[in-house]
Structures are given as structure tokens and as C-alpha cells.
């Protein structure tokens, strides 16, 4: 099953890969900054651009632990964490939805409560949904009844759990479902990414698209979500900054537009070199198949009305008279006129 985000079809097994920049709240609640990312996001090629939408009060207790590196965010529960980025709300992401417009990029933002969601649904066309909210079974009710593309994130989730957050959605006449591999580890080192989860995803779940929600610190090359991209997810998710020497939990895992460049670049060599899927000879290669393959070529001079011998003949490059695969055609048979030395065999000599 195909779905769309703003007219753009993402086909599950189509090659084109869609780009969400997980901006969340790394703007630290300065308009400006958030405008930038936007403006930056959209010239490297991003698809989308993903904020977070909460209050600290409705999302997390006051006691709630931390449960990221505390060397790189130090803050000593989520509560204290959510405190110093919650600025914004309704007419910060109204302007924010206009701004992506401008700039020529989605909007989105992941709510976090019901009321938040309620108002984003006015502004962007899909919801994210966060992992942590895939058990949540009323909240994923109230936006499957939007009738918009629901992208939800699956770390930490069995299968079992999947299927019943899948059943919500669709329970209420919404299919227009995207499933995304995710670790919920801050970072995810290398060797927990676990990128074949995303093919049996994919063999799970053939009726829905696939991707990659991405948490691992990136390299120069990209080749973490490229990885993803290889083995079938979709859409690529992965949290984006403006500078990531920042503190903060989610800056030094992010990348930043420079990074969005290479992946996209990456991408459109990996759609330029798949191709075709059926094997058969190529244009750009009649060239190759003229003169590279071998033809049989005299060893010696035959004279005409000699009986061609395994020891007259071997076989040279080009490939423009009698292909080696017929030397037990060529052989026993008389010479119809002079053939010298290295002179390449065609079918007319004999």
C-alpha cells in the first residue's frame, strides 16, 4: 500500500526515500532559530520537518527518571528536561506550518497530548507518532479519526504490541499506515541499531511502508540510515540540528543540513545505479560487446581449400567474426579462400 503526505506518493517498494529532519525541540525555544532549521532543511533536500509539541505538566510526572546519557543531557528527570523546551504551542507552530509552506517543505510535529493534537491537525498533513505512544491505544484512536497518514515509530515494541496499535488505527477506517524500525536508546550505539529489523518488518507487514527512525551518531558518510535506505525503509527519520557541539539530548546524535546533503546525494546515486530489474545486454554496452569479446583468428596463413585445424585458430579480441562458442563448427571445415595470419574468421572464408 502506497501513501501520500501532501501529494507525494511513498510507495513501499518504490525507490524514492522520504526524508523527515527531526528537528524536536532543538531550536531551544527561539522562533528565529526554528525558522532557520526550516529555511536550511529545505535548500539540503529534507522532505519534512518534524518539531515536538508538549507541555512539560501533561507529559511527564515530576518524577520521572532520566533514561538518556546524563554526560551528554544532564538533566535529572524528564519532567526537568521537558520544563526548558515547552515555549511553544499554538501560534508558534502556526507560524512555523506557514513558514514550511514558504520555504517549500512539510510540516509536522509529533503531539504529545490531546489537545496538542487537535490543533496540529490543522496544520500539517500526517502525523508522527513517538514509540513510547504506540501502547497508548485512546490517543492513537483520536488520530487515526483525523484520516491522515499515520507514520508510528515501533522501538521497544514486540510484534504483538504492533498488531494491536495497528488494529486501533484501522478500527477507525484509517489504513494509511507507515511502520518505522526505532531503538529507543540515546544514542543507539552501531551494534544496536539492528537495521535487519526493518526487512522483517517488511515481510510482517507487506501491505504497509517501512522505514527507519534513526538515533545512532552519524558519521561523514551517512552510512547508517543510507544502510536503512538499502534494505527497504522508505522513510528515514533522524533528529537535525544547527550546531551539534551543543548540550542537549538530542543534538549530538542529530545531524545538520551539511548531512542532509550527502544523504540526499546518496540517494540519487543509489536511484541512479539500481535500474532495471530484468537482466539482459544493455545499450551502453554494444560497444563493449563489439570489441571486447574475442573472435576465432587464424594462427597461421591457410591457404584456400586447406582443412581448418584446431592448431590455425585461437581467439582475439574484437568480437566481430565467428565467436569462440562455434570453434567446433569452424574446425574440419575448408578454407574457401586465402586466410593470412591474425586475419579475424567470418563465416564468408569457409
Known amino acids: 500500500m502506497n501513501i501520500f503526505i501532501n501529494g507525494k506518493k511513498i510507495s513501499r517498494d518504490g525507490n524514492d526515500v522520504y526524508l523527515i529532519v527531526e528537528a524536536g525541540v532543538n531550536h531551544g525555544g527561539d522562533i528565529n532559530v526554528a525558522k532557520d532549521m526550516i529555511r536550511k532543511a529545505a535548500e539540503a533536500g529534507a522532505d519534512a520537518i518534524k518539531f515536538q509539541t508538549y507541555k512539560a505538566e501533561k507529559l511527564a510526572s515530576k518524577n520521572s527518571p532520566a533514561y538518556w546519557d546524563r554526560t551528554k543531557e544532564k538533566s535529572e528527570s524528564q519532567y526537568e528536561l521537558f520544563k526548558k523546551y515547552d515555549a511553544f504551542w499554538v501560534e508558534e507552530y502556526k507560524i512555523l506550518a506557514d513558514y514550511c509552506k514558504e520555504c517549500g517543505i512539510d510540516f509536522m510535529s509529533t503531539p504529545f497530548d490531546s489537545e496538542s493534537a487537535e490543533f496540529l491537525n490543522e496544520l500539517m498533513p500526517a502525523f508522527k507518532i ?109 533528529h537535525y540540528t544547527f550546531d551539534k557541539t551543543l548540550e542537549g539530548n538530542d543534538h549530538y546524535h542529530a545531524m545538520d543540513h551539511n548531512d542532509i546533503k550527502v544523504f540526499k546525494n546518496n540517494m540519487k546515486i543509489f536511484n541512479d545505479v539500481l535500474g532495471q530489474y530484468f537482466k539482459q545486454p544493455l545499450e551502453a554496452e554494444k560497444q563493449a560487446i563489439k570489441y571486447a569479446r574475442r573472435s576465432l583468428v587464424a594462427t597461421k596463413n591457410i591457404v584456400a581449400g586447406e582443412i581448418i585445424t584446431k592448431d590455425m585458430i585461437t581467439w582475439k ?20 579462400k586465402d586466410i593470412k595470419e591474425d586475419d579475424i574468421l567470418t563465416w564468408d572464408m569457409l
Not at 134 to 159: C, D, E, M, V, W
Not at 190 to 205: F, G, P, Q, S
Open 130 to 238: 513517538a514509540s513510547a505512544d504506540l501502547t497508548n491505544h485512546p490517543f492513537l484512536r483520536q488520530i487515526a479519526k483525523y484520516q491522515k497518514p499515520i507514520i508510528l515509530s515501533t522501538g521497544a515494541s514486540t510484534l504483538g504490541e504492533i498488531d494491536e496499535a495497528v488494529n486501533v488505527i484501522e478500527s477507525e477506517g484509517n489504513s494509511q499506515i507507515a511502520l518505522l524500525h526505532c531503538v529507543l536508546s540515546y544514542p543507539t550505539k552501531d551494534e544496536d541499531a539492528h537495521l535487519n529489523m526493518i526487512k522483517h518488518l517488511r515481510a510482517v507487514y507487506p501491505q504497509y511502508v517501512i522505514g527507519y527512525s534513526d538515533h545512532t551518531v552519524p558519521d561523514p558518510s551517512m552510512m547508517t540510515i543510507n544502510t536503512a535506505a538499502f534494505l527497504g525503509a522508505k522513510i528515514i527519520e533522524k
Open 317 to 336: 579480441r574484437p568480437g566481430i567474426g565467428i565467436s569462440p562458442k562455434h570453434i567446433d563448427l569452424v574446425i574440419g571445415r575448408e578454407a574457401k
